[in-house]
């Protein structure tokens, strides 16, 4: 039978679902039964399940699976469901089920896979590349399997190539608090805090890469605390009393600066234009550095309206529009950042009672969410289920303690960093320690 659009070549026209689909290599298959009426109370194969199996063999568990979800829906949808375009929205949704049943149990499977290898962490190196007793490693930036970015309050930036080297670089006589790597443009700058904050630009020459330009440039803050730091391709924000600074070098150097209504304790910047800012008074805002407001956009706050000291905006394929905020008195919540009054869930077990940002970061995809406290301890989360991530006892007690999950590390841990293989960085005053995946314990 020819369809409304006549004879198609390689097509052929179902009736009763007003549709072509392409001809099966072989023998023509029969034309369809003309409908008959029958019961409602006794359901019938669905003409959707049917075309599916005469235009490709399945084996005889596919039509198990099918016989069982057709069952189900008839037995969900009532009698009054099996007539008329009734039955055939219904027998869509079945298979719209089982397509976002199967992408469930995938991405559950792969949770579960990537908790056991960060229960297989265990210390691999130990880094001591402040040369001063006492000299504090302020900022870290981890790339690739072995490299590193460091910066250190005696104002020394460490630099750890891929190959196991290691060079320290005295940049200036203040405390460093934060670095920003622009690869693309061959760019690095430093930032340096105390009474006279400031910024060190490292350029390196395109046609002489040994030649590396250094600018110096003020920052014109007014106190020289800066709380936070974030950057996004070629801009860089900072976080002090009640401004942001944000600094651009596309055209030339630049800075300035934007009032807020409270202390930017920690932010994240997620574009040229966004940064999201978590303030002494408990709010998170959104500020867009396109335009000006007297209005502050809140969307997230602590629950009991303490400083908020840490917020990460997280990937949509982990948690849609998430937010990951860290407060004052325990609180590590998820947050639709759509509908701000309230969060998604509390992420349970944070100890925090610094007023101090303490560290938070997550694994590349955003699916786990890592957290240090002012216990000394790190906490891992499911940014998808909220449960905590906790590795299982091994029975060997030397191996437990191995783990940065499990762990209770002697001073406070002032920095995580997240590798691609859920390898951890963990900084602790001036030692780096990197744990790794145990290869024999996750075969």
């Known amino acids: 039978m020819s369809g409304p659009l006549g004879s198609l070549p390689g097509m052929t026209y179902d009736p009763t679902k007003n549709r072509y689909f392409p001809t099966p290599k072989g023998p023509p298959p029969p034309l369809p039964p003309p409908p008959i009426a029958r019961d409602d109370s006794r359901p019938g194969p669905s003409s959707a399940s049917s075309s599916v199996r005469w235009m490709s063999p399945q084996p005889g568990c596919f039509e198990v699976r099918l016989k069982r979800a057709r069952m189900d829906d008839v037995g969900e949808g009532g009698e009054g469901s099996g007539h008329g375009n009734g039955r055939g929205r219904g027998r869509r949704g079945v298979v719209g089920n089982l397509r976002g049943k199967s992408a469930g149990r995938r991405k559950y499977a792969m949770i579960g896979e990537e ?118 391709d070629d801009i860089c924000t900072l976080g002090s009393a009640k401004s942001l600074t944000t600094i651009n070098y596309t055209s030339r150097l ?81 947050f639709d950042v759509r509908f701000g009054d309230r969060p998604l869930r509390g992420l349970k077990g944070h100890v925090n009672t610094f007023h101090t940002v303490v560290s938070m970061a997550s694994s590349p995809d955003d699916r786990f969410l890592f957290a240090s406290g002012s216990d000394r301890r790190i906490r891992c989360w499911s940014t998808i289920t909220g449960e905590p991530v906790r590795p299982p006892p091994s029975g060997d007690e030397g191996n437990d303690v191995e783990n940065p999950l499990v762990r209770t590390f002697n001073q406070k841990v002032s920095a995580i960093s997240v590798r691609e293989d859920l390898g951890l960085d963990v900084v602790v005053r001036g030692e780096l320690m990197r744990f790794g995946r145990r290869e024999q314990a996750y075969a």
Not at 134 to 151: K, L, N
Not at 171 to 184: K, S
Not at 280 to 309: F, H, M, P, W, Y
């Open 115 to 232: 908790e056991r290898i960060l229960s297989t962490l265990e210390l691999e190196a130990e880094h001591h590349s402040c040369g001063c007793h006492g000299e504090i490693i302020t900022s870290h930036r981890s790339f690739g399997e072995e490299g590193y970015f460091a910066t250190t309050d005696h104002g020394k930036l460490v630099v750890h190539n891929s190959e196991g080297s290691t060079s320290v670089f005295s940049v200036c006589a203040q405390n460093l608090v934060g670095i920003h790597i622009d690869i693309p443009r061959m760019i690095m700058m430093a930032i340096a805090g105390g009474p006279d904050p400031h910024l060190h630009l490292f350029k390196r020459d395109p046609e002489m890469l040994n030649h590396v330009f250094m600018t110096h440039s003020e920052l014109g803050l007014k106190t020289g605390d800066i709380y936070g730091m974030s950057s996004f």
């Open 254 to 334: 630049t800075s300035t600066h934007r009032r807020l209504f409270s202390d930017a304790l920690a932010v994240h910047q997620t574009s040229r234009d966004l940064v999201f800012v978590g303030q002494r008074s408990g709010n998170v805002a959104l500020e867009d550095l396109r335009i000006s407001s007297r209005i502050q956009n809140v969307v997230a706050s602590t629950q009991k309206g303490k400083a908020v000291v840490g917020v990460k905006r997280l990937n949509d394929g982990a948690v849609p529009w998430g937010l990951a905020v860290s407060g004052m008195g325990d609180e590590m919540l998820l």
